[in-house]
């Protein structure tokens, strides 16, 4: 098989991270019979410092014509006081709009041999394994934002926007893929104080019917932050508006022991999907090797499951990062004081462990 891959290391942490990943991808490749073609384009702060924009014309038409896309992170300090939609970030939000990757994977799986790197103990964390479905290119993060000025200073909102048609196309997928699973489908809202919500609710009542299957549970957010540290195996799929996917599943990686190790694919309709781990640039750590490459290295297993429906290659790679750990190798983050491999010697443990 050959494919083209468009590679945005971005900033921070990101080209250490993608670096690693691209050489797995090589190995993958190399043991497989597969050749992956490799394109790089920049997004996010290293844009802006080379073109003044950090999603330029050019990266975004390489990603539409890809096969898929990788991505590092994007962000850091040096671009916090720039205006929003001057911000790496805003980048990143245009990109996902663009490639239409309405929804975001997030599995949340322990690695046996990391259970006691949790922050939770053993026992409530032991055998977890969910994938939170995250809407992500409406809700919170698209809707109307404006800034004025008001009788008593500045007026700022940010609104929640979703038409009928989003929300039932997440939910539909959210449904099939707990069908896929083990039939449990938990959507998260906060319906007590959003009309989005209510919306959200009645739209999930009106399709379970047809997923007689899958058993349909509702959760307010705040109850949903709260059990997913006091009973995490309870969850099988969870599917939720944008902003709170975001915030539940940087909560949900410190069940698996570090935001090192949570990979997400981007879906959309048919287009080239977008892959990623859920961690940002990590700009406290970065240019020192520091970085746990495995949540880019899941998300290259994503890739190959849903971009190029390579399943043995992708549970190849699965196999070789949990080899890896029950060897007992660990990046600084979860190797809890213990001796710590860098970012590139994990990549090279990993690989051999492909081999
Ligand atoms: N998808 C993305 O590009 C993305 C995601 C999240 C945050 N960001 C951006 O990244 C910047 C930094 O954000 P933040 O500090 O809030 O979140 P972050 O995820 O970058 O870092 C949070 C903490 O986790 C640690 N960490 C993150 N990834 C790690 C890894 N692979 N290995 C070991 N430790 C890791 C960091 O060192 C830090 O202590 C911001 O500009 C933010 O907007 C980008
Ligand atoms: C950088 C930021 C815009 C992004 C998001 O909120 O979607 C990040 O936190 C993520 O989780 O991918
Ligand atoms: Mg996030």
Known sequence: MEKTIVVLPGDGIGPEVTREAVRLLETVGERFGHTFHFAYAKLGGVAIDETGTPLPEETLKACLESDAVLLGAVGGPKWDRLPGPQRPEAGLLALRKALGVFANLRPITVYPPLASASTLKPEVVDGVDFVIVRELTGGLYFGPKE??????????????????????????LAFELARQRRGHLTSVDKANVLESSRVWREIAERLAPEYPDVQLTHLLVDNAA???????????????????????????????????????????SGGPGLYEPIHGSAPDIAGKGLANPLATFASVA??????????????????????????????????????????????????????
């Open 226 to 268: 709260m059990q997913l540290v006091k009973n995490p195996r309870q969850f099988d799929v969870i599917v939720t508006e944008n902003m709170f996917g975001d915030i539940l599943s940087d909560e949900a990686a410190m069940i698996t022991g570090s935001i090192g190790l949570l990979p997400s694919a981007s879906l959309g």
């Open 302 to 355: 994503m890739m190959l499951d849903y971009g190029f429906g390579l399943g043995a290659e992708a549970e190849a790679v699965r196999q070789a990062i949990a080899r890896t750990l029950a060897e007992g190798w660990r990046t600084a983050d979860i190797a809890a004081g213990g001796p710590a491999l860098s970012t590139e010697q994990m990549g090279e443990t990993v690989r051999n462990a492909l081999r």
């Open 147 to 172: 800034r004025r000025k008001g009788d008593h200073g500045i007026e700022v909102s940010d609104t929640l926007v979703y038409s009928e048609q989003e929300i039932e196309r997440i939910l539909r």
